[in-house]
């Protein structure tokens, strides 16, 4: 009987744009945690705002389109971009392979991450209510490469194997979220 080939660790050969994209999401919240300054114009320009902000709340630029990708740059402690940050690399290192090495491998991975950072902000909006609060993390975006990781192991049968779990999960916080306060984005969890 063959024994099979043994695995690879999940964090070898890390690809370069996840590292980078790592690299800029850590050194985003480091000067932020030592420059009030700069977490103020973070949350100002980054964090996605629902309801309706108390008087006196700055409005965004651009009536805060750029904070549905800008988000991602902002978190809440260490543990929250921990957290995130583990499932960027570990989900990111698989779900970035399928597009290659290089410039234009590593913008498309990109584009990738941050449209499913876009369409989880977006629908964490349509989806909140109208009560005022904040969204922030890269939870929208390595949401997605959950998804993208499976489907790059195991066709749609992969992607359902990661993506079904971790839904059921975001619709059980959502559900949860009806009779106590929840302070994670469900709705972007899974719009991600």
């Given at each position: 009987?063959?024994?099979p080939?043994?695995?690879?660790?999940?964090?070898?050969?890390?690809?370069?744009?996840?590292?980078?994209?790592?690299?800029?999401i850590?050194?985003?919240?480091?000067?932020?945690?030592?420059?009030?300054?700069?977490?103020?114009?973070?949350?100002?320009?980054?964090?996605?705002?629902?309801?309706?902000?108390?008087?006196?709340?700055?409005?965004?630029?651009?009536?805060?389109?750029?904070?549905?990708?800008?988000?991602?740059?902002?978190?809440?402690?260490?543990?929250?971009?921990?957290?995130?940050?583990?499932?960027l690399?570990?989900?990111?290192?698989?779900a970035?392979?399928p597009?290659?090495?290089?410039?234009?491998?590593?913008?498309?991975?990109?584009?990738?991450f941050?449209?499913?950072?876009?369409?989880?902000?977006?629908?964490?909006?349509?989806?909140?209510?109208?009560?005022f609060?904040?969204?922030?993390?890269?939870?929208?975006?390595?949401?997605?490469?959950?998804?993208a990781?499976?489907?790059?192991?195991?066709?749609?049968?992969?992607?359902?194997r990661?993506?079904?779990?971790?839904?059921?999960?975001?619709i059980?916080?959502?559900?949860?979220?009806?009779?106590?306060s929840?302070?994670?984005?469900?709705?972007?969890?899974?719009g991600g």
């Amino acid at each position: 009987m063959q024994e099979p080939a043994p695995r690879a660790p999940i964090f070898n050969q890390l690809p370069a744009v996840v590292v980078g994209l790592s690299a800029a999401i850590v050194a985003a919240h480091a000067l932020g945690a030592l420059f009030v300054p700069f977490h103020q114009i973070q949350m100002w320009l980054g964090a996605l705002v629902t309801g309706r902000p108390p008087a006196g709340f700055p409005g965004q630029p651009l009536n805060g389109i750029p904070a549905l990708v800008l988000h991602v740059f902002v978190h809440g402690g260490w543990t929250h971009l921990l957290m995130n940050l583990f499932i960027l690399l570990a989900a990111g290192n698989v779900a970035a392979r399928p597009f290659g090495r290089g410039v234009m491998a590593g913008a498309g991975f990109l584009a990738f991450f941050f449209l499913c950072a876009a369409v989880g902000g977006a629908f964490h909006l349509l989806l909140s209510g109208p009560e005022f609060g904040l969204m922030i993390g890269a939870s929208t975006g390595v949401s997605g490469l959950i998804a993208a990781a499976g489907w790059a192991t195991g066709g749609r049968t992969g992607m359902l194997r990661l993506a079904l779990p971790w839904l059921v999960i975001n619709i059980a916080m959502g559900l949860f979220g009806l009779f106590y306060s929840l302070p994670i984005s469900w709705a972007g969890h899974i719009g991600g």
